[in-house]
C-alpha cells in the first residue's frame, strides 16, 4: 500500500479512448481524466517499474523516448492495461489509483485541503481534548492529529506534570528534534536569558525559530507551573486567518510581505543562524506557511523603494497580531499542553513578573512532514477519505 494508492470510494472505468498525446478514462460516475502517455509510461505500476517493497520508481525518465504511445489499449473491471510501441511492456494501472492521481482541475481541486479558519470568536473550545481520552486509542491520536492539522494547534487537559511527559508527547506527533536549544526546551524566568522566552516580558504573537531555514513545524508547550494571577495569559493568532484578514484588508501590503523576504536571525555565543523567508508563503495563491517574529527580524535587504513600503506593511501586521478579533486567550495550566503548527499559529503571551512568579513550560519541536506522515499512516488505516489532501508545506522562502 502506498500514499495516492486508491480513490476515497470505489471507481470503475467506463471506457478509456486513445489520443494522440493521452488516455482519456470515462468513469463509472460520468467523470473524466486525461493522462498523458508520458505520465502514464513514467508511472508505470507494475513490478519492473515500480518496486513494490520500497515503492521506488525505477523507470528512468531517460530510457522513455518523448513520442512514447500505446500500442494497445484496454480495460477492465479492475483497472487499465497498456501495451507500449517502444517495447511492448505491458503496464497495468489500477482505476482507485489513476483515480487519486488524477491531474484534471477537478482532481486536483479536490486534493486540496482546506484549513478551518478560526477567530477568537470562533475558536473557543473548539481545539480542546483530555489527554488521556485522546490518546486512548489509535484512532483517537489520529483525531488528536487532525484537529492539529485542521485548527493548527489542539490544547491538551490533564496531562501528567512529569518532565519525562514532554517528550512522549512529541512524538505522537513527529519526531522531537536536536536544536542548538536541546531536544527538550525548559522556558522559564531565569537571569541574563539569551531568549526573551525566559524572562517575564510581554511577548507578542509570533511563529518560533524563524530564523531557521526550516523553522520547527509543529510545537509543543507543556505545562509543568504557571502562575495564577492575572499575568501570562497564552495568545494563540491563527496566521492563515490573519494573512487572509490581510490580503482583503490591504493587498498592497499582503503582496510585499508574500513576495519579498523579511530576514530573520539568532546570535549567542555559539550558535549564529539566518534565514531570508517572505512572512506569508504561497502555493498555487493559498496561504500554505507563515514566518513572523518581530523580536527575531534582522536588518531589511531590500530593493531602496521597497523599504518604507515594506515597513508600511509590517506596521500593518504588528498592529493585525494584536487584534482583540484575531487574538485567543487562555490560560495555561499546570497538566495543560498546547501543541500547535509553528507555520501557521502564532503563539505569544501577556507580561507577568519574572522574579515573583513560578512558571515553566517545556517545549519540543518536531518537523511537519513527520508530523504529515504520521497523520497519513493512521488516516490509511482508519480509512480517511482525505488522506490524499495536499497538506500545507509549510513557510518556504
Ligand atoms: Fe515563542
Known amino acids: 500500500m502506498m500514499v495516492n494508492d486508491t480513490y476515497h470510494r470505489p471507481v470503475a472505468i467506463a471506457n478509456a479512448l486513445r489520443y494522440d498525446r493521452h488516455v482519456e478514462i470515462v468513469w463509472d460516475d460520468g467523470e473524466t481524466s486525461r493522462f498523458h502517455h508520458v505520465w502514464l509510461r513514467d508511472n508505470c505500476q507494475c513490478r519492473t517499474c515500480h518496486d513494490e517493497f520500497s515503492h521506488q520508481k525505477m523507470v528512468w ?36 489509483w489513476l483515480r487519486a492521481n488524477c491531474y484534471s482541475e477537478r482532481g486536483r481541486a479536490e486534493r486540496r485541503f482546506h484549513p478551518t479558519l478560526w477567530t477568537a470568536a470562533t475558536i473557543e473550545g473548539r481545539a480542546e481534548m483530555d489527554y488521556r481520552e485522546a490518546t486512548a486509542t489509535e484512532e483517537a491520536e489520529l483525531r488528536m492529529l487532525e484537529t492539529v492539522r485542521d485548527y493548527g494547534f489542539v490544547l491538551l487537559r490533564n496531562v501528567p506534570v512529569e518532565p519525562a511527559e514532554t517528550e512522549k508527547i512529541g512524538r505522537l506527533f513527529g519526531y522531537p528534534t536536536e536544536t542548538n536549544w536541546g531536544t527538550v526546551f525548559d522556558i522559564r524566568a531565569e537571569p541574563e536569558a539569551i531568549n526573551i522566552a525566559n524572562t517575564g516580558q510581554p511577548i507578542a504573537p509570533h511563529t518560533d525559530d524563524s530564523f ?46 508574500s513576495q519579498f523576504a523579511c530576514p ?106 513527520g508530523f504529515h506522515s504520521r497523520l497519513r499512516i493512521l488516516g490509511m488505516k482508519f480509512g480517511r477519505p482525505d488522506v490524499n489532501r495536499v497538506l500545507p508545506l509549510g513557510a518556504g522562502w
Request: aromatic fraction near 8%; charge should be negative; glycine fraction near 8%.
Open 61 to 96: 525518465l531517460s530510457a522513455i523516448p518523448r513520442n512514447i504511445a500505446p500500442a494497445e489499449v484496454g480495460f477492465d473491471s479492475e483497472g487499465l492495461t497498456i501495451v507500449w510501441n517502444q517495447d511492448r511492456h505491458p503496464s497495468r494501472y489500477r482505476a482507485g
Open 264 to 369: 530573520q536571525f539568532a546570535l549567542d555565543r555559539d550558535t549564529e543562524l539566518r534565514s531570508r523567508g517572505k512572512v506569508f508563503t504561497l502555493h498555487d495563491d493559498q496561504i500554505v506557511g507563515v514566518r513572523y517574529c518581530e523580536c527575531t527580524q534582522a536588518p531589511l535587504d531590500l530593493p531602496e523603494h521597497l523599504i518604507e513600503p515594506y515597513y508600511d506593511a509590517l506596521r500593518v501586521l504588528a498592529g493585525m497580531v494584536q487584534r482583540d478579533d484575531l487574538v485567543f486567550r487562555f490560560r495555561l495550566g499546570p497538566g495543560d499542553t498546547l501543541v500547535f503548527d509553528n507555520q501557521r499559529v502564532l503563539h505569544g503571551r501577556t507580561a507577568y513578573d519574572g522574579a515573583g512568579v513560578r512558571r515553566h513550560l517545556r517545549n519540543t519541536m518536531m518537523h511537519r512532514d
Open 212 to 257: 531557521r531555514y526550516a523553522s520547527p513545524g509543529i510545537e509543543l508547550f507543556h505545562c509543568l507551573e504557571a502562575n495564577q494571577n492575572q499575568g501570562g495569559l497564552s495568545l494563540l493568532v491563527d496566521g492563515f486567518q490573519l494573512g487572509e484578514c490581510m490580503r482583503e484588508e490591504d493587498p498592497e501590503a499582503f503582496h510585499l510581505v
